[in-house]
């Protein structure tokens, strides 16, 4: 008998535990993405001395099964409970230690993560699909691959809208569903608190990281949602001088900040899910995953891709999209 097969778009953490889900149960799992790379919002930058991540800085679960899943990776080595020093507020008034239960760091790449949830699923990157027809995926190049038994999609709503001309009932089901940026940059500084997360009371900036990796004084600094709104359209550049210029202030730097990396998050958090763990189109076996369906959150997201993986396995006589 031939193997079932599926073919997915996005190799984010829904799509990646999706695909490792089916592929476990012996499916045949082809996985596109346009980037380099697996990860999406979990993807890495790479340096001399390691790496670093303008993604998800913290990974938290709030419900089993994915607690169970964070164990494991915590026993792996690959996650480790957020126990430094936390600090909350500004230099010019007063910094306040604060906590974040349940939540974890990755000691390893978290791109890596990714991969491991992947499992047997192929993954071919640098490969844009353009187009999301019944059991058929189309590429930028051209190609039309039409054996899948079922394709998935688990990219952001507003990637995915234009994908599904051929599929009008199933994209008029996703109108609704808006997100909220976040700029991301890596910054380098000597000074300000000695902390290991800054949570800052401020509007424009929202949260810094220090990394692992990739030398000293290194930090992930993520901008508010109405700083994002504000420089949506502006260069790099901009955004970058106008968030050090910030970040300055805030941390009472002496010294300018050095900017190595950005990072425009168009689709960061969303803010009008549709609810459920997926939305599909049964009679033409297409089916939508992600946080845009599911809501805000790498929890919402793996469990938005293992639940439709697990209710298509069970599925006896016809995929339960």
């Not at 915590?74 to 430094?84: C, D, F, I, M, T």
């Not at 089916?287 to 790498?298: E, N």
Request: glycine share 10%.
């Amino acid at each position: 008998m031939a193997k079932l097969k599926a073919g997915i778009v996005g190799a984010g953490i829904a799509g990646a535990s999706c695909a490792g889900t089916l592929a476990a149960a012996g499916w045949e799992v082809d996985v596109f993405d346009k980037a380099h790379g697996a990860g999406g919002r979990l993807s890495t930058r790479r340096f001399e001395q390691g790496w670093a991540t303008l993604g998800t800085p913290f990974i938290s679960a709030k419900r089993e099964p994915f607690r169970s899943q964070l164990r494991d990776w915590v026993r792996q080595g690959w996650l480790a409970a957020v126990r430094g020093d936390v600090w909350q507020g500004r230099a010019t008034l007063s910094w306040a230690q604060a906590q974040m239960q349940n939540h974890y760091r990755p000691i390893i790449e978290p791109s890596q993560l990714v991969r491991q949830l992947l499992g047997e699923a192929r993954l071919h990157t640098d490969s844009r699909v353009v187009a999301l027809r019944p059991r058929t995926l189309v590429l930028e190049d051209g190609r039309s691959l039409d054996d899948y038994d079922c394709v998935i999609c688990s990219v952001p709503v507003p990637q995915a809208i234009p994908m599904l001309d051929a599929l009008p009932l199933l994209r008029e089901r996703l109108i609704d569903v808006r997100y909220r940026p976040i700029w991301s940059f890596l910054m380098r500084w000597e000074g300000g608190p000695t902390a290991d997360v800054i949570k800052f009371d401020d509007h424009l900036l929202n949260l810094a990281v220090r990394q692992p990796t990739g030398g000293d004084g290194l930090w992930a600094v993520h901008s508010s949602h109405e700083f994002a709104e504000t420089y949506l359209e502006a260069s790099e550049m901009e955004a970058s001088n106008r968030a050090a210029s910030a970040l300055m202030g805030l941390l009472g730097l002496p010294w300018p900040v050095e900017i190595e990396a950005s990072h425009l998050w168009r689709h960061a958090r969303p803010v009008a899910s549709i609810g459920g763990f997926w939305v599909g189109d049964r009679e033409n076996r297409v089916a939508l995953i992600g946080d845009g369906i599911a809501g805000v959150g790498v929890e919402r997201a793996w469990e938005s891709g293992t639940r439709l993986a697990q209710a298509i396995m069970q599925s006896k006589e016809e995929l339960a999209l």
